[in-house]
């Protein structure tokens, strides 16, 4: 642990010296609620319905999406370099890349706890009538998207690579998982494999909280990502090669 | 002298390349080890495996009589490593740079402010401590690697060409600062492949080709190794109505051979290298063969043996090639 703090400090720090990374979790996230929220308003009841169904779609898609700010935290460029003195040193190990996860964990939730509140105050959306719970239920969606970024990172031994895929398997998580436009409206064949998609178990989960109050997939929900994060763990301490930074 | 690092049998392949081919040697305490050898010999395959960031196929390591695998911890303790690029958080000060990596060893509290202290002297960085590294010139930012390197001082520092890149001058303050870590006390094993560094700073040479060692001992060993040969460098003035110069040359060379003691002959524009074996006498000789041929010697000098000399005696290819 006493090795571990100053490196997650420095980590948490880098992240948040990085304006891109911010602008991602922040501007674009939000702009994207906005706009697609107002393009898609005619197609619900009024404009406030199509900004309560982005608002969450999309920040789940945001949360998925924590996978590449966790490539960048572990094998950006600028910061390969100085990270292999970590690897040097004799904190080096696993405390490297759990720091990678914990700290773009730490940087994800932040910001998009900001932007869950931007939204309830200026677009008011609702999050039911226990907002902490929905916030509780961000946390696993959030730890989700970093284990599985650093988990990348360990597996495919390239920051390029793993974004790129990473960035694909999201994507397809998240149109199947209904980010976009809900997959019932598609059909039963296309809402059952929709189910097979950690991001629709989350936004039915989401929703079923903010719109009916109903906390019944809570566990269900958090219980399920908590076991697979501890997989995506265990694969990142079974694949991490230090000379991956070299 | 116990050895305070002892490599026995290291061997690394990459997809069916061998790059060290079962490697051996002794680091003593209080030396400077220069690794010398062209790119792509296997020296930084030796020292990523020395720092312990890549794993060996076979072979061991020793520290303190000690496998490093017994406690890995212990071992990254004592060293400091200075790596060949530059790696430090650009966006970070020098001093807030050398903080976390010395914190990174368990330094904490006035244990650290001195070690930081004491590494920013040691770069000659005191004045510009709270500047970003951005800010910096190369060099600048080459002397903070190093003291990144030894702000927790480490028992050995391992350098992996830590001058590639640049200009002479500041190179030279570099290569001061690491006999002043020597003289403190601190083992040095550097690899590099610039022969006026080796000839600076080591107390012993390893040469390095192929994965293999082809040679090991001091600077004066080496050149002794090959002390059995003398050679001698003649200018010659090479006449403009000569019709063909490769005619002329060629004789020369023949001539040359047919002197008692002469081994090689190689000619480079107006330049006549003749090797021969130490101990004869033979520049009589040698002078005869070229007059004799029509070619006025403008100039005559006796070369002294140096390391570049045992470099391409050894592997047979000048060390830049």
């Given at each position: 642990m006493r090795d571990f703090l100053p490196i997650f400090e420095m980590d948490v720090r880098n992240l948040f010296r990085n304006p891109v990374l911010i602008g991602y979790n922040t501007v674009f996230a939000g702009g994207l609620i906005l706009i697609i929220g107002w393009l898609m308003g005619d197609s619900y009841a009024r404009v406030s319905d199509a900004y309560q169904y982005y608002a969450i779609t999309l920040l789940v898609y945001g949360t998925f999406s924590g996978a590449m700010t966790a490539t960048n935290c572990f094998m950006e460029r600028d910061i390969k370099k100085p990270n292999l003195r970590i690897i040097y040193?004799?904190?080096?190990?696993s405390s490297v890349w759990l720091s990678k996860m914990l700290a773009s964990f730490v940087f994800d939730y932040a910001l998009h706890i900001v932007l869950l509140i931007l939204c309830g105050t200026l677009l008011g959306v609702t999050f039911g009538s226990n907002p902490l719970a929905f916030i509780v239920l961000m946390a696993p969606a959030e730890l989700f998207g970093t284990a599985l970024g650093t988990f990348g990172c360990c597996v495919l031994h390239s920051e390029e690579l793993a974004s790129t895929v990473l960035s694909l398997v999201v994507s397809l998580l998240c149109v199947l998982g209904g980010t976009f436009f809900s997959p019932d409206a598609l059909g039963g064949p296309v809402a059952t494999i929709s189910l097979l998609s950690p991001v629709r178990w989350f936004d039915d989960a989401f929703f079923a909280m903010a719109c009916?109050?109903?906390?019944?997939s809570f566990w269900p929900v958090f219980l399920g990502c908590s076991v697979a994060i501890a997989v995506l763990v265990i694969g990142c301490k079974h694949f991490f090669r230090t000379e991956d930074y070299l | 002298m116990e050895s305070l690092l002892s490599v026995r049998g290291l061997t690394k392949s990459f997809k069916g390349n061998q790059v060290l081919c079962g490697i051996g040697f002794d680091v003593i305490p209080g030396e400077v080890l220069c690794i010398l050898g062209p790119n792509g010999a296997g020296k930084s395959t030796t020292i990523n495996i020395l720092t312990a960031t890549l794993a060996a196929d076979k072979g061991e390591i020793r520290f303190g009589g000690k496998?490093?695998?017994?406690n890995l911890r212990a071992y990254k303790q004592q060293l400091g490593i200075v790596p060949q690029d530059i790696a430090l958080y650009e966006e970070l000060s020098a001093e807030r740079n050398l903080r976390f990596f010395a914190s990174l060893y368990g330094l904490r509290g006035s244990r650290l402010d001195a070690a930081v202290e004491e590494a920013l002297a040691f770069a000659e960085l005191v004045d510009r401590r709270h500047d970003q590294v951005k800010t910096f010139s190369g060099g600048m930012k080459r002397r903070l690697n190093i003291a990144c390197a030894i702000a927790h001082h480490p028992t050995l520092v391992i350098m992996d060409e830590?001058?590639?890149?640049?200009?002479p001058q500041r190179r030279n303050h570099i290569l001061e600062s690491i006999l002043r870590l020597r003289d403190g006390g601190t083992t040095v094993i550097y690899t590099t492949h610039y022969m006026e560094e080796v000839g600076a700073i080591s107390s012993r040479i390893i040469v390095l080709d192929h994965g293999a060692i082809i040679a090991e001992g001091t600077k004066e060993s080496l050149k002794e190794s090959i002390a059995s040969e003398r050679h001698c460098l003649v200018e010659v003035d090479v006449p403009e109505t000569t019709s063909d110069d490769t005619t002329v040359l060629r004789s020369v060379r023949e001539s040359l051979f047919s002197v008692d003691g002469v081994k090689s002959v190689s000619i480079e524009g107006a330049t006549i290298d003749v090797t021969s074996v130490a101990g004869i006498e033979n520049v009589d000789g040698i002078v005869s063969a070229i007059v004799g041929q029509g070619l006025p010697i403008k100039n005559m000098t006796s070369v002294p043996v140096s390391l570049e000399m045992v470099f391409l005696k050894l592997t047979g290819r000048k060390l830049r090639d």
């Open positions: 040193s004799p904190a080096g190990g009916d109050n109903d906390l019944s | 496998p490093i695998t017994d830590p001058t590639v890149g640049i200009d």
